[in-house]
Every structure is written in C-alpha cells, then in structure tokens.
C-alpha cells in the first residue's frame, strides 16, 4: 500500500506534503489579511435619509478615519488619476471635502499625497481594471494627514455619475469605521493554532513517505551501475593494429597502439577511461547496443529490472533508449551514443504530456522537420524526443547527451529544468551544439521540398533545403517582377492581387513622406547654422574687441588669402623633377619671384624656410617617404609662383590632406620641369 501511494506521487510530481504546506500558507495570509485591513462603509445621505451604501477598505498607511465617522461632500480629482498636483477643493470651509480618484496608474502613496497638499480631508479611490471589481490595497509609508479607502470599480463609478457635488449639491457622504474587535482577534489566534497542527499532522504523515523515497532512489541507483569490483571481472586488453575496434564510441577518437581498452560481453570495446565512468556513474549498459551489461552471478537481478521497467513511469516508458551509427568519410560504420525516442511514438506524445501539466499549447512552435517528408528510413537518434520530428538546430545536453531541437528543448526547460528523457538536471546554459559527426548525419539526409502541396517534386539534402527554398519555382512567397511593368517585385502568391496603381500611388506617397520629413529636417539644419553663424560672428567681435592684437592677426591672415587667390592654379606633370634641396642661388630668385607677385613678407620669409626637404613634414622629408606617398601628390591643390618652375602648396588650400603632407601657411616646391 505504501509503495503504490509512493509511485502514484511520484507520478503526479510532487509529495503530498507540500499539498498541506501550500494550504497552510493559504490560510495564514487570509487571516494576515484580514487582520491588517480594517473595514469600513460609505453612506450617500440627502439630509435625514440614507441614499446608498458601499463597502470600502481602508487603507493602512493613512489616517484612520476616526470612531464616529467622517462627514463631507466629494467631488472629482483634476486630473482624475492624482498621479500629478490636483485642483484644490471648493472654497467652502465649513465642511470636509473629499476626492475620488481612478486608480491603476501610479501607486496609491502618491494618489493620498497629492490630495493632502490640495486640501482635501479623505480620498476614495476605485480601480480602473474593467472587470476586476475587486479593491486594491498597496502598502506605503505612514501619511497622517489625510483619510484613504479603496471602493470596487462598479461603487466608484456610481458615485462619479450621480453623487458628485458638481452634479448635486444636496447629497452628503458619510465614511464609517468599523474596525476589528477582541472576538475576531480572538478567532484568529484560534484558527491559526488549528492550522499549525493540521501543517504539524501533514509533516508527520509525509516524513516516512520521503525516507522510502530516498531509500528506493538510492537502491534503484546503484543497482543501475556497476560497482567497482564489478568492473574489475570485465575483459580488458590492448589496443594492436588489425583489432575489430577502430573509435571509441564515447570520446570519438581513434583507438592507438597500446591503448587500454574494455571489452564488454556483447563484445564492443571503449577506451577504459572512456566507459569506466559511464558504468559506475550513469548506467550498466552498452552505450551502443544498449545491451545491459551483465556478470556471470547476476541473473535474478536481470529479471528484478525487467520488473522495475514494466512498473516505470509512463513517460519513462514510452522513452527507450538505443544508438545511432555515425559514418565516416569512408562509410566505416563507428558508434556514437545517444537516448532518444522511438519512431513509433505517436507525435506530440511528450507535448501532450507537457501541455496537461503545464497549460499550454505547443503547437504553434517551430518544431523539428515532418519524419514523412524524407526518403527511406531515418535513423532513430536524429528524431527529436519532444516532437517526434527530425532534429533542427539541433542541441545536446552535455552530460546524458541526449539531443534535441532547439525550439524544443528552450520551451521545455522554461517549465521544467531537466532532460526530457532521464530527468536529469539541466539548465539552457549548459546546451550544446550537437557533435559534428551527427550534423553530418543530418546534412546527408534527402527530404522533399517545403512546396511539395503546391507542385514541386524535388528531393535535396538537408544542407541545401534552404537554397532550393529560395530558387523554387513553386515557392508561394518567391519573389518575382510584375508582368503589368510596374518594376515592383512581389511574392509569387500575391501577384494576381496585385494593383499596380495603388502600389505605386502608395509608393509615391510613402516617398513624398520621405522627402517632406527630410525638408524639414534641412530647415532645422539651415535655422542651427545661421544661429551658429551669428554666435560665432558674436564671438570673434568679442574676441577683437578685447584683444587688440587680433584685429593685425585676421588682417595679415586676409592678406594671405586673398594672395593665394591670386595666383594661377598649377598642375604638376612630372614629380621626379622636383628639387628637394635647392642651393641659394634658386632660393633667392623664388623669393624675388614670390616677393614681385604680392605676397606679404612675413609670408614670403615662411615660405622659403620651407623651401628645403628639412622643413617639409615628415609625409615628404625623405626620398622613401616621397616615394611611398607617391600616389597622394596629385590631391595637392598647388598655386605656380610667377615666371618660375615653382609652385606653392598653401595650407589654407589643402585643408582636405593628412597633417603629415601639409605646413602652415605652406611650403615651396622647386621643380626642374614639369609645371603646366
């Protein structure tokens, strides 16, 4: 009896333990409610006679509304929500004013503060929640100023159409406390001291059912692997060239010469570092043949397992294990293990079992591909456990390598953080792409098109699925031109729906927004640049004003200017003519030149210092440098100096060129020919 109460709460997932836990925490925060949350009424009166009741909460962090009650009239708050400073009340000091405000758009602290600056004596509040007639109550810092409840939506509403001061002066509102007396405290400690024992009297019953539990789990554990000794009576041996073993199945690398290996009795062999952790900590079994692995001594245990899984779980049983084969280039057949599900199970079988206990529908996930799309068989571990399709984007977990589709297992491990397969904690984190030799498996497999319903009849691998997608023919959503000749490209299944008219006026009209945004936008821009012209105008008038020095300083600089203006624009033809280090005789006959066309002396003296390889920058101080920046010579803007085989090349003119190939004010370049 204890046994089948044990497996069926295993089944359900949880103990019954925390059943009368979460009842018990239930009941403790009703009576915390009701034992912090006073309640009081509201009376509309018309004189003598009681109009209309509502039933309120008042709200804990504001003043508590005295024992005889409150007296006033109401009217609307302005804006109706107080989130922000509201509108005073009447100017009739006589009597209390209160407010009624809509909730649900910021927290009731700053409702009840609002109203106290504006002068009002209470505030009621009622939700804007549609349907949720239920009141709200949010706790806060103390405000001892002003009186604060909360009505249900249906009373707030009631009040706002018919009782409100601006609509009838002649009603009256009453608030009443009503607060909670010695009896009811006295019911609480009672029926709190009840369900402590009922909690007590639940822990009591469930402790022994968890001891089994764990005593089960523990004797079902390591009868699952093997002990150490056990695996001391397996067949090892050395790996030599000619072995029937190639690849350890397990780490997937190549058996060498010496190597020890484990033989297990259905003959496959691992590395012994490879499967002696996979024996004695996950399960007694071949990973390949998935063939349980079996001492001599050990009979009466094979048939207790056969017994243990027939009485397993459901989920557990419709989850066999087996293997897959992973091919290599030569078509050598090696082995890989991996768990997965049948072929034979009906689709959406775990989804189905999700969805019951989680309440919600996966049918509209991206789930692997249709099993029935593919020519031939397909081998049982590319099929996805949860969906029973084939693997997509596929994901393994890395320690019972189980492998999923990426859709699939994301959305499972958001209900509930294990392997679908073994139950094994897993996290999203902990997922990896699957091995490389299974993404080959995968890319060999010839499926039919996607548009097989509407035509197609072409079969391709896996890998270029996509690409097909794109080129064929029959694809509803390929693009292709109109046939009116509007130039527009639409997909293939809109074409006949197509109005070349409308789309092109939609065109039109979507580019004319286009054009209006960016007029305004250069208007923006032609507004900042005369405001920065005039500032920048303000500035340097300051600037002169207050330096007297500037006004000699900008004037040699127009001086400057307007001479490089002057000049003719000179074109460079041969480069290699150039002479970088001038003697005094062409150094005097370029400064005469210079000093005859109008240039300012200070100017003529710079640039003849300038006149020499060592004065140039370092674009252009040494012949490998000049050669290297070859290519940029002819951005130079260059101005030929009069009469002369000479050209300037002033900074002011090539702002455009790297720092590195460009002097201030300039610099001379003598040539032995080759200026136009």
């Not at 994901?395 to 139950?423: G, M, Y």
């Not at 391709?460 to 996509?466: D, F, P, Q, T, Y």
């Not at 109008?598 to 000049?626: D, F, K, Q, Y």
Request: aromatic share 8%; proline share 5%.
């Amino acid at each position: 009896m204890q046994n089948n109460w044990l497996k069926m709460s295993e089944n359900l997932g949880f103990f019954p333990t925390r059943i009368f836990l979460y009842w018990l925490l239930v009941l403790h925060l009703i009576l915390i409610y009701f034992a912090t949350i006073a309640q009081s009424g509201i009376i509309i009166y018309d004189g003598e006679e009681n109009i209309e009741e509502f039933s309120d909460s008042e709200l804990p962090f504001a003043q508590p509304i005295a024992k005889y009650g409150l007296e006033g009239a109401i009217v609307s708050a302005d804006p109706v929500d107080a989130c922000t400073k509201i509108a005073s009340p009447p100017n009739i000091t006589d009597i209390n004013w209160f407010v009624l405000i809509a909730g649900n758009f910021c927290d009731y602290n700053t409702k009840l503060r609002n109203s106290a600056y504006a002068g009002y004596s209470a505030a009621i509040i009622y939700s804007l929640r549609g349907r949720d007639d239920r009141p709200v109550v949010q706790h806060h810092d103390f405000i001892a100023n002003i009186s604060g409840v909360t009505i249900r939506t249906s009373s707030g509403l009631i009040i706002k159409d018919n009782y409100l001061h601006s609509i009838d002066p002649r009603f009256g509102i009453s608030l009443r406390s009503n607060n909670i007396d010695t009896n009811w405290h006295f019911s609480i400690k009672k029926y709190t001291m009840l369900f402590v024992a009922i909690g007590f009297f639940a822990v009591f019953l469930t402790v022994p059912l968890g001891i089994v539990r764990f005593v089960h789990q523990t004797h079902t554990f390591h009868e699952s692997c093997l002990s150490t000794e056990h695996l001391r009576q397996l067949q090892t041996s050395r790996f030599q060239k000619g072995d029937p073993y190639e690849t350890c199945a397990i780490c997937l690398e190549d058996y060498k010469t010496r190597d020890k290996l484990r033989i297990l009795p259905c003959s496959h062999g691992y590395h012994a570092s490879c499967i002696d952790p996979w024996l004695t900590r996950n399960r007694r079994i071949c990973p390949v043949c998935k063939q349980r692995v079996v001492l001599a001594n050990e009979f009466s245990d094979i048939e207790s397992d056969v017994h243990r899984s027939e009485t397993a779980p459901l989920l557990n049983r419709n989850v066999p294990s087996f293997s897959y084969r992973a091919m290599s280039d030569n078509d050598n057949a090696s082995s890989y293990s991996h768990n997965s599900i049948i072929s034979e199970t009906p689709r959406n079988s775990l989804i189905a079992v999700l969805h019951l206990g989680q309440n919600k529908d996966f049918r509209f996930l991206k789930m692997g591909y249709d099993i029935t799309r593919f020519e031939g068989e397909v081998d049982e571990d590319l099929i996805c456990p949860i969906c029973s399709g084939v693997l997509e984007e596929p994901l393994h977990a890395p320690q019972c390598e189980h492998a999923f589709c990426k859709s699939c297992i994301n959305e499972w491990l958001t209900r509930q953080p294990s392997c679908p397969v073994d139950r094994q904690p897993i996290t999203t984190n902990e997922l990896k792409p699957v091995p490389r030799i299974m993404r080959n498996l995968l890319s060999r497999l010839m499926i039919m098109c996607d548009n097989a319903n509407f035509g197609c009849t072409t079969v391709v691998k896996l890998e270029r699925l996509e690409v097909h997608k794109e080129e064929c023919e029959h694809n509803p959503k390929r693009p292709v031109p109109c046939e009116q000749g509007c130039g527009l490209v639409v997909p293939k299944d809109e074409l006949k729906e197509h109005n070349c008219v409308r789309e092109v006026r939609l065109m039109l009209q979507t580019q004319q927004h286009r054009i209006n945004e960016m007029q305004c936008a250069i208007n923006e821009m032609r507004r900042d640049i005369v405001l920065m012209k005039s500032c920048m105008q303000e500035c340097i008038r300051a600037v002169r004003l207050s330096n007297p020095s500037i006004p000699a300083v900008v004037e040699e600089v127009d001086d400057t200017i307007r001479w490089a203006n002057s000049l003719q624009r000179a074109r460079v033809t041969r480069w290699g003519g150039m002479i970088s280090t001038p003697d005094s005789v062409l150094q005097t006959m370029v400064r005469r030149a210079l000093s005859e066309s109008g240039c300012p002396a200070h100017v003529t003296a710079e640039l003849m210092e300038n006149a020499h390889e060592r004065r140039w920058p370092t674009g252009l101080s040494t012949l490998e440098t000049r050669q290297s920046n070859r290519r940029y010579y002819e951005n130079y803007v260059c101005k030929r100096i009069p009469g002369k085989q000479a050209v300037v090349v002033m900074a002011v003119d090539n702002s455009h060129m790297n720092d590195d190939m460009v002097l201030d004010p300039g610099l001379v370049m003598i040539f032995a020919h080759g200026i136009e």
